[in-house]
């Protein structure tokens, strides 16, 4: 900027020496100090005005902002700022913990193991199942979706529909319940256990075969037949939260299911997710002794592409009312206090297809007396430390 000044400066007196020749320097000094915005005296100067410009170039080459003085030195600009004071002394390491851990993790050799005699559940065969499935109405009725927008962010046309594009869908739900269907292994009994678990995604039977005497010869197990109908899994409260765009403008609106009644959509509590039968075989023993069938499930929830939606305000823009602003083709609701967000239609024309998709390992287990080769001398990590207050008695003590 400084040499575009210069520049400027030099053309200038150029031109005013070519039309008169009778101009003398003071004169050019006095014209080529009202170029640089400020008329110097020899106060004002203090004998660097001709320095000034090399210093305020040499400033200007710098990473930092600089000032320049008249005496040609360039010095820092610092920022005022209250100074930073300490307020205490005692300090003591940040208690917060990571948010990442590892679990406990024992070390064992066979030099320091010892055979030991436990009884648990042994894993007989396990066998597991992945499908996915469509949300349906209470019943197996179809699904429709409400639209309620709740925020705009730009203009909308106010005539006609205009294609939005979906970036983004939430979903938002209270709980996922699952709901096991008939189980049968081939004509076996088999006897639900309730309660037994906290977690509402394990589910265990017991079940007691028939001795496969062929088969208990040869000290194997048998192949039986697992069949599971009318899997079920519900969701409650599902409101999915749709985040698109149309141009610059940020949509966000609300999709609520719901069932056709009478030409009008009514909102469900619930939607349901019912599967088809899996069966596959699984071996459990030939012995005739029982044995625990336990499902294990995971789910996961999503939502298929929505290729194509399109939003609407025609209603919003309606001439019987008045508006604050005044435009042919668009409309910012901000200057519309009073815009209100029932009148803006969002719409889905091919629906949206919700699904869940479920993960079910079935295993059989049966009780065991083993004999394992572990490490005895486990220790847990210890959180408190009262060794001088509390000492527990050992063995003979």
């Known amino acids: 900027m400084q040499d575009l000044k210069k520049n400027r400066r030099k053309m200038y007196n150029k031109q005013m020496s070519t039309v008169s020749n009778d101009v003398n320097e003071e004169s050019a000094v006095e014209i080529d100090d009202l170029e640089r915005g400020h008329k110097f005296n020899k106060k004002d100067d203090c004998g660097c005005q001709d320095k000034h410009d090399k210093c305020h170039d040499k400033c200007h080459d710098e990473k930092d902002d600089f000032e320049c003085e008249c005496h040609c030195e360039c010095k820092k600009v610092e920022e005022k700022c209250e100074p930073c004071q300490v307020v205490s002394d005692v300090c003591v390491p940040n208690p917060c913990r990571e948010e990442c851990c590892n679990g ?10 010892r055979p030991v005699a436990i009884e648990a559940n042994r894993i007989f065969d396990s066998i597991q199942f992945r499908v996915f499935k469509d949300a349906t109405a209470e019943n197996g009725e179809p699904l429709f979706f409400d639209f309620e927008v709740i925020d705009v962010r730009g203009n909308l046309p106010n005539r006609g529909t205009a294609r939005v594009t979906v970036d983004e869908v939430c979903m938002n739900f209270s709980a996922i319940e699952i709901i096991p269907g008939d189980v049968t292994v081939d004509d076996f009994v088999v006897t639900p256990v309730e309660n037994n678990s906290p977690c509402d995604t394990v589910f265990e039977s017991i079940v007691c075969p028939v001795r496969n005497a062929r088969c208990c010869a040869q000290n194997r197990g048998q192949n039986v037949l697992f069949r599971e109908r009318g899997l079920t899994a519900r969701i409650e409260d599902l409101v999915l939260e749709i985040k698109a765009h149309c141009g610059c403008t940020k949509i966000v609106a609300l999709a609520f299911p719901a069932v056709r009644r009478m030409k009008k959509l009514c909102r469900v509590e619930f939607v349901e997710f019912r599967f088809n039968t899996l069966a596959s075989n699984l071996c459990v023993p030939s012995s005739g002794r029982s044995f625990t069938l336990r499902q294990d499930f995971r789910t996961n929830l999503s939502v298929d592409c929505i290729s194509n939606a399109f939003v609407s305000a025609d209603d919003c823009f309606d001439h ?5 602003c005044d435009c042919d083709c668009f409309c910012d609701r901000d200057c519309d206090r009073d815009f209100d967000f029932d009148c803006v239609e ?13 993960e079910e390992t079935v295993s059989a287990l049966i009780g065991d ?13 210890v959180v408190d430390t009262f060794a001088n207050v509390c000492r527990f008695p050992g063995c003979g003590e």
Do not use: K, M, W, Y
């Not at 019987?320 to 604050?324: C, I, K």
């Not at 007396?369 to 990590?381: H, K, S, W």
């Open 104 to 113: 406990i993790s024992p070390t064992f050799t066979t030099r320091n193991a």
């Open 320 to 324: 019987d009312h008045d508006h604050d």
């Open 346 to 358: 969002f719409t889905v024309p091919s629906g949206i297809d919700v699904i869940l998709c479920i």
């Open 369 to 381: 007396q083993l004999v394992v080769l572990a490490e005895t001398n486990f220790e847990p990590r």
